[in-house]
């Protein structure tokens, strides 16, 4: 059986919800979990925490990107953390390389195109992006794949932004997807990932 982590991030920037948080807690079956919280000082920890515990063969990141009209299917993390927007803890990112030592980027190893095409053949709106921008997103995406390459080579993993909440989006004048076809939409990917991994089994 094919073991997958899936995480979200809590709130932040002033909302109350996070809508890669409810699509994480939404979905059921025999998927291991996690919310991340927004704080340099603590996500990338704790994703490695969650990983080394659940050992899974895919591991799928979640995250809020305002404005987006449909999901967005990330390529490469980039090794940069941008100096401008504040975590959880009012801690700006600090404009440096997340790891000096490490390469420039990483491309994600889920299938980008398959995931993008899967998910339009559902009826829901997907694009792949070049990148998941310079904040807490792309320092977990970067740590994600560093962690990957490092201690679980036979794994696979990425980034997936998704929109708004249309509760959040209401106040902003802004795009946004319903939570269950954000859940759907995760379904998608999940089972495009799945099958991605059991092709490189055989």
């Given at each position: 059986?094919?073991?997958?982590?899936?995480?979200?991030?809590?709130?932040?920037?002033?909302?109350?919800?996070?809508?890669?948080?409810?699509?994480?807690?939404?979905?059921?079956?025999?998927?291991?979990?996690?919310?991340?919280?927004?704080?340099?000082?603590?996500?990338?920890?704790?994703?490695?925490?969650?990983?080394?515990?659940?050992?899974?063969?895919?591991?799928?990141?979640?995250?809020?990107?305002?404005?987006?009209?449909?999901?967005?299917?990330?390529?490469?993390?980039?090794?940069?953390?941008?100096?401008?927007?504040?975590?959880?803890?009012?801690?700006?990112?600090?404009?440096?390389?997340?790891?000096?030592?490490?390469?420039?980027?990483?491309?994600?190893?889920?299938?980008?195109?398959?995931?993008?095409?899967?998910?339009?053949?559902?009826?829901?709106?997907?694009?792949?992006?070049?990148?998941?921008?310079?904040f807490?997103?792309?320092?977990?995406?970067?740590?994600l794949?560093?962690?990957?390459?490092?201690?679980?080579?036979?794994?696979?993993?990425?980034?997936?932004?998704?929109?708004?909440?249309?509760?959040?989006?209401?106040?902003?004048?802004?795009?946004?997807?319903?939570?269950?076809?954000?859940?759907?939409?995760?379904?998608?990917?999940?089972?495009?990932?799945e099958?991605?991994?059991g092709?490189?089994?055989?």
């Amino acid at each position: 059986m094919t073991r997958v982590l899936v995480t979200g991030f809590e709130p932040f920037g002033g909302s109350s919800v996070n809508p890669s948080q409810q699509l994480v807690e939404a979905l059921d079956g025999d998927l291991a979990k996690a919310v991340l919280p927004v704080a340099y000082a603590h996500t990338a920890d704790e994703l490695r925490r969650v990983v080394r515990e659940t050992e899974p063969d895919v591991v799928i990141c979640f995250g809020q990107a305002d404005g987006s009209t449909g999901i967005a299917i990330e390529r490469f993390a980039h090794n940069l953390d941008e100096a401008t927007m504040i975590d959880n803890n009012a801690v700006a990112g600090s404009g440096v390389a997340i790891d000096e030592v490490g390469p420039v980027a990483y491309p994600s190893t889920l299938p980008v195109d398959a995931i993008v095409a899967a998910l339009r053949a559902a009826g829901i709106p997907a694009a792949p992006s070049r990148d998941a921008g310079g904040f807490l997103c792309n320092h977990v995406f970067y740590v994600l794949m560093q962690l990957l390459e490092e201690e679980r080579p036979q794994a696979i993993g990425g980034f997936v932004h998704v929109p708004l909440l249309p509760e959040q989006a209401l106040e902003l004048d802004s795009a946004s997807m319903p939570l269950a076809t954000l859940v759907r939409a995760a379904r998608v990917v999940i089972a495009s990932a799945e099958r991605s991994v059991g092709v490189r089994k055989r």
